[in-house]
């Protein structure tokens, strides 16, 4: 059997891949929303894509297995899903014969309640298994995104998932989780994206676990904050995400004259350009979400979905990345670029502001630390203020006066400080570098001991 080709999203830190099954077919394994880079692909190794295979309800993306139907793929899914678009169901223990080799539906709750893997045999020999969450490198998918009433059930279920149905398997079988280093949806995990059952028996720690309480307990005590757009990306998979096409349609261009009219219609000013950029002169009000992979995180962590949304951009920035990062998570009113620069827009009446740069080595002033909690506990500026960015929005009132805020390099920083003049504040200083760049000079940065 052929080894699967990944598509790895750096900053949803999911995998999704592409089986040539040997006989000019192929299937994809829980695709994003983005056909593209399957079909590319497809063509290039000479298969046409007969099926796509979902291992969950998703969370954190939507799927692309509705824009791989459309170019006539089956969708496979768990009939426990309760999916509203066209798919086959299958239930624990189905198969489906692809022609010398063979897909079994392995039911694994626990990341999920219809959690499915799909076991593929070369013959009656297991060769792989697409874990989705029930199983990770070093890792198992959170149990905490469905509902607080569910969360230690489904580690229960995942515990006896791993071990009445997984760890079953022969050491040999080659493992491909969905979610891996950077999900939210994932426990903390090494790097490494790809594994085997034998791999994970020996050296996977939560798999240490002398006891299935013991096995609870590790695996709630990892857990941190997520973005709200979980909470919805499930139920619109079920319905099933709106058929795009592909390659995604490109974003207008949006004259500097129009802006002031959207954003009074309730348009939000997306300015994904370097926190150098936008620090040195940007429209009052515009959001600071630097573009990089986790821009669609974030986007999705701080803005409601129902929002149109207007993308500030410079020379050499990838737009087509902006679409596919909001599109994946279901943010689908993009009015588009704003034309033009800063005089441009200062021109049109737009008011431009600029924002207090610090290096983090020179940091003068009280410190308010936007990281995740874990990042913030493993090291952090002795007596800064821990206000996760998330949280920033509601937790504003305690934030005192004259303020820095920090993260790791000064994105999350400059978004924090983007929130913050929307409430109205012209005294915070955006860190430049994070507290590692603080502890030069024979500083010590404190920790949780």
Known sequence: MTIPIAFVDEGLGNSSYLLDLGDGRALVVDPARDATPYLAAAEA????????????????????????????ATVLASKAAGIEWPHRGFDDGDELDLGG???????????????????????????SLFSGGALLVDAMARTDLIAPDQTEPLARALWRSLHERILTLPDDVAVYPTHGAGSFCAAP?????????????AANPLLASPDEDTFVARLLAGYGSYPPYFLR?????????????????????VAADQVTRLVDDGAVIVDARSVDSWASGHVHGALSIPLRPQFGSWLGWIVADDRPLIFVLEPGQDAADIIRQSLTIG???????????????????????????VDAPRLDRAVVDVRQHNEHQAGHVPDAILIELGDIASGAQAIPSHVAVMCGHGERAATAASLLERQGRTDVAVVVGGPDDWATGGRRLSART
């Open 45 to 72: 190794a000479g298969v046409s894509i007969a099926f796509t295979v979902e291992t969950h309800l998703h969370a954190d993306f939507l799927t692309g297995s509705r824009e791989l139907a459309a170019r006539g």
């Open 189 to 201: 995990t090494n790097g490494q994206r790809t594994t085997t059952i034998g791999r994970e028996r």
């Open 233 to 253: 990306l499930r139920e619109q998979n079920r319905l099933g995400p709106d058929i795009l096409g592909s390659p995604f349609p490109p974003l207008p261009s």
């Open 101 to 127: 080799l063979h897909l079994q539906a392995v039911a694994t709750p626990g990341h999920t309640p219809e959690h499915l893997s799909w076991l593929v045999r070369d013959g009656r020999r297991p060769v």
């Open 331 to 357: 943010y689908e009113q993009l009015l588009g670029v704003m034309a033009g620069d800063v005089e441009t827009w200062r021109a049109a009446g737009l008011p431009i502001v600029t924002s207090e740069l």
